[in-house]
């Protein structure tokens, strides 16, 4: 729809076009009116429409997709306009633009959008001025964005972790209480069976079993011993024989050391003093597993503080492998497949930084680096030191990042993972946590095969980094 003299007048009166000249209204005359229902999708995410345009009555929203999740960015009203940013920079629509009042639009082509700015200098102003203003803030809510999501993955894979040894901690305490019940009900029972030498027999292998080490065996040789042993126990009248035995033979024993036991005992106390020493030795194994479990806890619970940097000043000296150490274990979910290589140099010294920062980097390093590998293939960490900067080097055997995208790697919004799984932004928060707050760079190099992405950070730096944080 072409533009009559009212449409003309109306364009002409928008805020952006108000200030022009007689002489530069030329440029509006290349531009068409259109009309667009409720529910009219003017851009869709990641797409290239090579439109410029002006709202002039109803209402557009803009939505980005994060994690399948639609998240609303903004709404324009009439008189505001959209698409400049995206032709500015030459890149697809970080967002997507849905008409969701009856609108009618001024729609310019790429071509005639670039003759407007060349031409009105007070259009070109505005313009740049505006997708400045709306490419910083839609880094930054895409930036906390990022964070929160990355919080998000990192405390359901920690959540995941927790999860095993509390649960094993929990089953061991629910058993301690039985094993502990069964200790008294047995000690009861031999009360009146044992006289004093049998009751330092009894004492004496119990010790000699909880010292003994118990030789490794496969699930064929243990499952042979267990039944061998559960087979003695039936013969000696001891009840649950076979829920018994593989206490006995975890703990090394055989029907041998067994027999050998009992021969010292009264026949009507084997039962009981078998009992007694599956309980006893079942207790040792059970406050082990407890005592397994609460120190991994608190190991989770140290890397956690570890990665945040939980109640320490934000800039001090820090050791770069207790940071990478506590994002590998933060990322421990993801790495249960992956073979992962550490090349450590722990020669290299401690450096002022700050660790909470560069602890991010790692993750996105680490974290695409696995994704390279489809979670499954070979990744390497390392440290070195190359002059006087300290260097630290992620390495995967992914199919490596084709030449066509490398050029892009550090432009804001790109991305090579689909619509709503990345936010485009990763390294260029690591580039700029890593340039800008610590004098370093990041440099990379990939083929099919190998990815190496190279972080290199001042051992010395003859001034602090700006207080004011970037990324």
């Given at each position: 729809?072409?533009?009559?003299?009212?449409d003309?007048?109306?364009?002409?009166?928008?805020?952006?076009?108000?200030?022009?000249t007689?002489?530069?209204?030329?440029?509006?005359?290349?531009?068409?009116?259109?009309?667009?229902?409720?529910?009219?999708?003017l851009?869709?995410?990641?797409?290239?429409?090579?439109?410029?345009?002006?709202?002039?009555?109803?209402?557009?929203?803009?939505?980005?997709?994060?994690?399948?999740?639609?998240?609303?960015?903004?709404?324009?009203?009439?008189?505001?306009?959209?698409?400049?940013?995206?032709?500015?920079?030459?890149?697809?629509?970080?967002?997507?633009?849905?008409?969701?009042?009856?609108?009618?639009?001024?729609?310019?082509d790429?071509?005639n959008?670039?003759?407007?700015?060349?031409?009105?200098?007070?259009?070109?102003?505005?313009?740049?001025?505006?997708?400045?203003?709306?490419?910083?803030?839609?880094?930054?809510?895409?930036?906390?964005?990022e964070?929160?999501?990355?919080?998000?993955?990192?405390?359901?894979?920690?959540?995941?972790?927790?999860?095993?040894?509390?649960?094993?901690?929990?089953?061991?305490?629910?058993?301690?209480?039985?094993?502990?019940?069964?200790?008294?009900?047995?000690?009861?029972?031999?009360?009146?069976?044992?006289?004093?030498?049998?009751?330092?027999?009894?004492?004496?292998?119990?010790?000699?079993?909880?010292?003994?080490?118990?030789?490794?065996?496969?699930?064929?040789?243990?499952?042979?011993?267990?039944d061998?042993?559960?087979?003695?126990?039936?013969?000696?009248?001891?009840?649950g024989?076979?829920?018994?035995?593989?206490?006995?033979?975890?703990?090394?024993?055989?029907?041998?050391?067994?027999?050998?036991?009992?021969?010292k005992?009264?026949?009507?106390?084997?039962?009981?003093?078998l009992?007694?020493?599956?309980?006893?030795?079942?207790?040792?194994?059970?406050?082990?597993?407890?005592?397994?479990?609460?120190?991994?806890?608190?190991?989770?619970?140290?890397?956690?503080?570890?990665?945040?940097?939980?109640?320490?000043?934000?800039?001090?000296?820090?050791d770069?492998?207790?940071?990478?150490?506590?994002?590998?274990?933060?990322?421990?979910?993801?790495?249960?497949?992956?073979?992962?290589?550490?090349?450590?140099?722990?020669?290299?010294?401690?450096?002022?930084?700050?660790?909470?920062?560069?602890?991010?980097?790692?993750?996105?390093?680490?974290?695409?680096?696995?994704?390279?590998?489809?979670g499954?293939?070979?990744?390497?960490?390392?440290?070195?030191?190359?002059?006087?900067?300290?260097?630290?080097?992620?390495?995967?055997?992914?199919?490596?990042?084709?030449?066509?995208?490398?050029?892009?790697?550090?432009e804001?919004?790109?991305?090579?993972k689909?619509?709503?799984?990345?936010?485009?932004?990763?390294?260029?928060i690591?580039?700029?946590?890593?340039?800008?707050?610590?004098?370093?760079?990041?440099?990379?190099?990939?083929?099919?095969?190998?990815?190496?992405?190279?972080?290199?950070?001042?051992?010395?730096?003859?001034?602090?980094?700006?207080?004011?944080?970037?990324?």
């Amino acid at each position: 729809m072409t533009m009559n003299p009212t449409d003309f007048q109306q364009v002409r009166s928008t805020p952006l076009f108000a200030g022009l000249t007689d002489a530069q209204v030329n440029c509006l005359e290349p531009g068409e009116i259109i009309e667009a229902a409720t529910g009219t999708v003017l851009a869709s995410e990641g797409e290239r429409t090579g439109f410029f345009h002006v709202l002039l009555e109803g209402e557009v929203r803009f939505t980005r997709t994060y994690d399948r999740q639609s998240i609303l960015m903004g709404v324009t009203k009439p008189g505001n306009y959209l698409g400049e940013t995206m032709l500015l920079l030459d890149i697809p629509w970080v967002a997507a633009a849905r008409v969701s009042k009856p609108a009618r639009l001024f729609r310019l082509d790429e071509d005639n959008f670039w003759r407007m700015l060349t031409a009105c200098q007070t259009i070109t102003r505005e313009i740049f001025r505006a997708a400045s203003n709306r490419m910083r803030n839609l880094e930054g809510y895409s930036q906390q964005r990022e964070k929160l999501v990355s919080l998000g993955t990192m405390a359901a894979g920690l959540a995941h972790e927790l999860n095993n040894p509390a649960a094993a901690a929990r089953r061991a305490a629910a058993h301690l209480q039985e094993t502990t019940d069964n200790v008294q009900s047995f000690l009861c029972q031999l009360s009146k069976a044992l006289e004093p030498e049998h009751w330092q027999y009894l004492l004496n292998a119990a010790q000699e079993a909880s010292e003994r080490n118990p030789p490794a065996l496969d699930h064929l040789e243990r499952s042979d011993q267990a039944d061998s042993v559960a087979n003695w126990l039936e013969g000696h009248g001891v009840a649950g024989a076979w829920d018994l035995a593989p206490t006995f033979v975890n703990a090394g024993l055989d029907s041998v050391w067994l027999a050998e036991l009992a021969d010292k005992l009264p026949p009507a106390s084997h039962a009981g003093a078998l009992g007694w020493l599956e309980a006893r030795l079942n207790l040792k194994s059970l406050v082990s597993q407890v005592e397994q479990s609460t120190a991994r806890i608190a190991e989770l619970v140290k890397a956690v503080k570890s990665y945040s940097y939980m109640d320490q000043s934000p800039m001090q000296e820090v050791d770069i492998h207790e940071g990478i150490e506590s994002t590998l274990t933060m990322l421990g979910h993801k790495l249960k497949n992956v073979t992962l290589v550490r090349a450590f140099d722990r020669s290299v010294p401690r450096i002022m930084a700050y660790g909470s920062e560069l602890n991010q980097v790692w993750t996105n390093l680490i974290d695409n680096a696995i994704d390279a590998v489809k979670g499954a293939g070979k990744i390497c960490v390392g440290t070195s030191r190359e002059d006087d900067q300290l260097v630290v080097e992620v390495v995967d055997d992914g199919p490596g990042i084709p030449p066509d995208v490398q050029s892009h790697m550090f432009e804001p919004f790109f991305t090579t993972k689909s619509v709503g799984t990345g936010t485009g932004l990763g390294l260029i928060i690591s580039n700029r946590i890593v340039g800008d707050r610590h004098g370093g760079e990041i440099e990379f190099e990939s083929r099919p095969g190998e990815t190496r992405f190279k972080v290199r950070l001042p051992i010395h730096r003859e001034q602090s980094p700006s207080p004011q944080q970037e990324a």
